[in-house]
């Protein structure tokens, strides 16, 4: 075993995770679970309008119905997942909908759809575990607590089942001793363990303490902290040393590839054949907006949308039917990039306005750019 630089920005000695795989290539469905959680972790970046809610999202898609999901089913078709990892919050505190998300996964998607769980140890029990373990659940990965080792025995009731069993936390400058006691406990007790680069967030959640604590960013465009990769690897170089299979996932890792794939996934499900689709995942499309549809305008946009963006479409009649689509959320219709420009003149005599536009493939579509041309 050795640790060698993997070609998505992180480093692994050992057998990757097959969460962690899935992972990489985008194709985990980021299952929000739950905002409830007991724990109270001064790293915590989730955002204050999910922490301590009970709210559940199918990454960006907020679940309205938690009791009949089927914006889940739709967001893992759109990203053609082939697993999901669930998170939170700590998932335990609703162990019940856990489970039957995991079996209704299961049943939609097929059984070697590959669910993942995080959770800390506070709510750990073997009634609990045991309920995730029957429901179907392939790997569970613990966060304990470094600043307190009284549940840490917790883990042990995890090694009874079948499924792979893991350590994930943040590799944190200055928890070197803290860490190392840690995977000392751990080392024969789990499968593999997780070193995350420590993030910044912009969270406004009370408990979230990484800036009063004098945490910085190693530079001027990551959130993060300079001095955890350092850590990380005096860790995994120790875990290592342990022969426990280490993976340090990079905030790169994150954003410039798992994020980057799942984003391109869903663009090809959601953008039109003549959409442009980038690097890093988002859409590049023509747009033709009613004056008050506009996404600079501030104008309310009024009833009878779809009324109105056909009787648009009619006026556009230089266009061809196959290169337009009704964008009702939107209030908009959709061309390729280059009609816009083509046909800025004529459209904007029709009374409407032009724009290219570039925006996430995501359920929100949110607009990276507007140019209107
Ligand atoms: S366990 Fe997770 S959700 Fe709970 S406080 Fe810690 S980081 Fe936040």
């Avoid at 190693?218 to 902290?225: E, H, P, Q, R, T």
């Amino acid at each position: 075993m050795d640790i060698t630089k993997t070609k998505h920005y992180s480093w692994c000695a050992g057998q990757l995770s097959e969460g962690c795989r899935k992972c990489v290539q985008g194709r985990k469905l980021v299952l929000f679970i739950t905002g409830i959680c007991p724990q109270k972790c001064f790293y915590c970046p989730v955002s204050e309008h999910k922490f301590g809610h009970d709210v559940v999202y199918a990454n960006e898609w907020k679940i309205e119905n938690p009791e009949n999901p089927v914006e889940l089913f739709e967001e893992a078709r759109l990203t053609q997942a082939t697993g999901a990892g669930i998170t939170g919050g700590d998932p335990l505190a609703n162990v019940e909908r856990c489970c039957k998300y995991i079996r209704l996964l299961k049943e939609r998607f097929s059984k070697r759809f590959h669910i993942h769980l995080y959770t800390s140890l506070m709510l750990v029990t073997k009634e609990r575990l045991q309920k995730l373990y029957d429901a179907g659940l392939d790997e569970i990965r613990f966060h304990p607590d470094l600043d307190d080792d009284k549940l840490w025995n917790n883990l042990k009731l995890a090694k009874t089942f079948g499924w792979k069993t893991g350590v994930e936390i943040p590799a944190i400058p200055g928890y070197e001793e803290k860490t190392k006691k840690l995977i000392d406990f751990i080392a024969d007790k789990v499968d593999f363990l997780n070193l995350n680069e420590l993030e910044l967030s912009d969270t406004e959640i009370p408990h979230f303490k990484l800036r009063e604590k004098g945490f910085k960013p190693k530079d001027n465009v990551s959130y993060g902290v300079g001095g955890s990769e350092k850590t990380a690897f005096e860790l995994a170089e120790y875990a290592f040393r342990k022969k426990l299979p280490v993976h340090f996932c990079t905030a790169k890792l994150k954003d410039g590839v798992q994020m980057k794939n799942r984003f391109k996934l869903r663009a090809q499900m959601v953008g039109q054949p003549y959409d442009i689709i980038t690097e890093e995942g988002l859409l590049i499309r023509g747009c033709i907006y009613l004056p008050d549809t506009a996404p600079a305008s501030k104008i309310p946009k009024q009833e009878n949308i779809t009324g109105r963006l056909n009787d648009a479409l009619e006026k556009l009649n230089f266009l061809k039917a196959d290169k337009t689509v009704i964008d009702e959320k939107k209030g908009r219709i959709v061309i390729p990039k280059s009609h816009a420009r083509q046909y800025s003149k004529q459209i904007k005599k029709a009374g409407l306005v032009p724009a290219i536009v570039e925006e996430y493939p995501t359920v929100d579509g949110l607009e990276v750019d507007v140019e209107y041309v």
